[in-house]
């Protein structure tokens, strides 16, 4: 029986470049310098301590911390330095933004510096990496602005303060027990397999669509105390399953890893939340717009799922920081739709049909707190 045949991510974008003329050599070849990026970091991770990438870059566990305030593991930093390393040089790029970084990288010489600006997430879930449980790499490819492109000058952060809208690509590594790479275009969303023996990825999921409904949603219920009325309200009508208002049962999941999240719902549908609360007043949100939420949200809306912040649809939000945090919600479409319903009528003030954390509900409030 002769084997499938297997585009290689190259043969892919080359023709994509057939079928859409504007896609230029230059920006394939940048596809190509992220995706070596990622091979990189899929061994890293596979070799795990025996690699000696495990723990924190130093012995001061106070000091080992982002520009984020969140504790940095040896394998964010090993794998920021693989995404500049290797996509700085092939005169691509005007320049660079990182969750790892507070200012904008610049592309120094002796690189030339080319028209797309790369933003990431080089190591998302790193909290997991001691655990052995699923991570990823999240990355966005946008055009970087005329000025900057005419002039040569070093980039600022303004460059980067583009909606999701204007996305040129987008896509995330997935490391688990296969590395995958799921990129998206503007032409749909196509998952590539890496090949251990080749060293290639290979098309392995052509035109992924996520279905319209689902019975299940993935939320951190241990913040349900800070959720606002109509997250509430979502979560406990799915949790009342097929004697409540839907009707049907529901599963809840939660990875604390949201590249592994959303690999799950292209791959089967589902509800990802992780929506605005009152956790922290100063924090609006936990995941970062540029090189979380948009990217995720550009492949989710090109699957065909929904994608919104609750309040209006997130690709359309305009950016005011390069670390800026958002509440985020997206997947099975139906769902995402009810939720920003919910949002959108006046606030309940009856008892929830089945409060998670009422006095007959799953948990005690005081008990959280």
Request: glycine content about 10%; charged content about 20%.
């Amino acid at each position: 029986m002769p084997l499938p045949r297997r585009y290689t991510l190259t043969q892919y974008l080359i023709e994509q470049r057939r079928r859409f003329p504007g896609a230029s050599g230059d920006f394939n070849a940048l596809l190509l310098d992220v995706a070596l990026a990622c091979k990189a970091i899929a061994r890293s991770v596979a070799f795990g301590e025996l690699g000696g990438v495990l723990g924190h870059p130093s012995a001061d566990v106070a000091t080992a911390v982002n520009v984020q305030g969140e504790q940095q593991k040896k394998l964010d930093v090993v794998s920021n330095e693989y995404f500049t390393q290797m996509t700085e040089w092939g005169g691509h790029l005007a320049g660079m933004a990182s969750e790892e970084m507070d200012a904008p990288y610049q592309i120094a010489a002796p690189h030339q510096r080319g028209k797309y600006l790369l933003v990431f997430d080089p190591l998302d879930g790193s909290s997991n990496i001691d655990v052995n449980v699923t991570v990823g790499s999240i990355f966005s490819i946008l055009r970087a602005p005329q000025e900057v492109i005419d002039s040569g000058r070093d980039v600022v952060e303004a460059d980067f303060l583009q909606p999701g809208t204007r996305q040129l690509a987008a896509g995330y590594a997935l490391y688990g027990p296969t590395t995958m790479l799921v990129l998206s275009v503007g032409n749909g969303v196509a998952g590539f397999t890496l090949d251990p023996n080749l060293g290639q990825f290979m098309l392995t999921h052509p035109d992924i669509q996520v279905p319209p409904d689902t019975q299940e949603f993935a939320i951190n219920a241990s913040n349900a105390r800070f959720w606002e009325a109509p997250v509430k309200r979502y979560v406990d009508e799915c949790l009342a399953g097929q004697t409540g208002p839907r009707g049907k049962d529901f599963n809840m999941r939660w990875i604390a890893s949201m590249v592994a999240e959303a690999h799950r719902i292209l791959m089967r549908g589902g509800v990802f939340m992780y929506p605005r609360d009152s956790k922290d007043p100063a924090k609006p949100g936990r995941l970062r717009l540029l090189y979380e939420a948009n990217p995720i949200g550009f492949l989710m809306e090109q699957a065909g799922a929904r994608v919104s912040t609750g309040r209006e649809p997130l690709l359309g939000v305009a950016p005011t920081a390069l670390h800026q945090r958002i509440g985020l919600i997206f997947g099975s479409r139906h769902e995402v739709e009810r939720i920003e319903r919910y949002h959108a009528e006046p606030s309940r003030t009856e008892e929830p049909v089945h409060p998670l954390f009422g006095e007959r509900g799953l948990f005690r409030a005081e008990a959280l707190s």
